[in-house]
């Protein structure tokens, strides 16, 4: 089971994917790189299920 992101699809135009074999794992290594490409530091409860609504779960 791998969990798959796109943060295009959440933040359009950014070309970063992620591929992490738990969700707490892709969650963190989003929550990293929004604070460093975005400035988001804040992982607010609408980011985060703006977030988790775009997860692909992969087996
Ligand atoms: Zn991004």
Not at 17 to 36: I, Y
């Amino acid at each position: 089971m791998k969990f798959q992101l796109a943060c295009g699809d959440v933040m359009p135009g950014c070309p970063t994917t992620f591929s992490e074999s738990s969700r707490d794992a892709l969650m963190s290594a989003v929550a990293g790189h929004a604070a460093q490409e975005h400035g988001i530091t804040q992982i607010t409860p609408e980011v985060a299920e703006a977030v988790s609504a775009q997860v692909r779960q992969v087996d």
